[in-house]
């Protein structure tokens, strides 16, 4: 049974005669009535009751009108779902970061995007360490993550950019246009995050690279309480320049002596089939680096 089958039986039914439903269709009515006639010889049965006044349904089309009706809503609504995918009118992208890209890097993509697709919702999960952005994105949670690179395999991975590690130091402690060293840097009692380990390790090797040891006194969980105790002198740290941001009064903020970058990337798993809205922020995230890039 043919679509345009149902489509004529339907037209016949609402219209009252075969005239009528080819306009509606736009057919020619040899065209409607060949529909009709194929369909009740498929069927085996007679759908309309045929006279010099129209076409009246049989008591079996009486009985079939109703699911043809159902049949053709149904085909409906798919060619809506298929339009509205097609478009992107709907749907959404389930993004993971950590607090400092959720922070710095994520608003403008969102506000580009929904610019561009303001039906589509963008949901944000924060985590407190790249692992976990990994596993979220690894286990279908999410679709996209923000993190670290490099990552474990099993990922699509696009590099954004290099965020510096720098000093933050207690205000008035060093002279401004004065380089850092090692001597002095490690000279300060530290403050470090429980909650960054994987930054805590690389400022760690970078350090015994140059024969350096961090002198630990503080170990805290929360950014904000490490920038609070830098700035009233109790200690100072090493952390990613984003990270850092916003930096209190009076800190100072000084290169390494060597430098040591994190490098910041968006994953997508390799394994998992991920809607066109994925595809499209994704698009749109490409577009706002190329535009940064550009300015910088």
């Known amino acids: ?176 246009e004065t380089t850092l060293t090692w001597e002095q840097l490690a000279s300060y009692p530290m403050i470090l995050n429980l909650r960054s380990p994987r930054h805590n390790q690389s400022v760690h090797d970078h350090f015994s690279q140059f024969g350096q040891t961090l002198k630990i006194d503080y170990e805290v969980r929360e950014d904000s309480t490490i920038l609070g105790m830098v700035q009233q002198g109790l200690g100072a740290t090493v952390m990613a320049r984003l990270v850092a941001e916003p930096i209190p009064e009076g800190v100072q903020i000084k290169s390494l002596p060597a430098p040591l970058k994190r490098t910041i990337g968006v994953i997508i798993s390799s394994d998992i089939l991920l809607p066109r809205t994925v595809f499209a922020f994704l698009d749109v995230l490409k577009e706002v680096w190329q535009e940064n890039t550009k300015l910088a």
């Open 1 to 176: 049974m043919k679509i345009s089958q149902l489509q004529a039986f339907v037209a016949v039914a609402d219209q009252g005669n075969f005239s009528s439903a080819a306009l509606e269709l736009n057919l020619s009515q040899s065209t409607v009535s060949h529909a009709i006639a194929t369909m009740e010889t498929d069927l085996g049965i007679i759908l309309f009751l045929r006279g010099r006044h129209g076409a009246t349904l049989t008591p079996e089309g009486e009985q079939m009108i109703q699911e043809a009706r159902h049949i053709l809503q149904l085909i409906e609504s798919i060619h809506k779902k298929a339009s509205s995918a097609r478009g992107l009118q709907s749907g959404q992208v389930r993004v993971a970061s950590v607090r400092s890209i959720t922070t710095h890097v994520l608003p403008k993509i969102i506000r580009q995007f929904r610019n561009k697709f303001p039906t589509i919702n963008v949901v944000i999960s924060e985590f407190d360490i790249y692992i976990e952005v990994e596993q979220a994105v690894r286990e279908g949670q999410v679709d996209v993550g923000f993190t670290s690179l490099p990552v474990t395999p099993g990922f699509e991975v696009w590099e954004l950019f290099q965020d510096e590690f720098v000093a933050l130091l207690p205000p008035g402690t060093i002279q401004p």
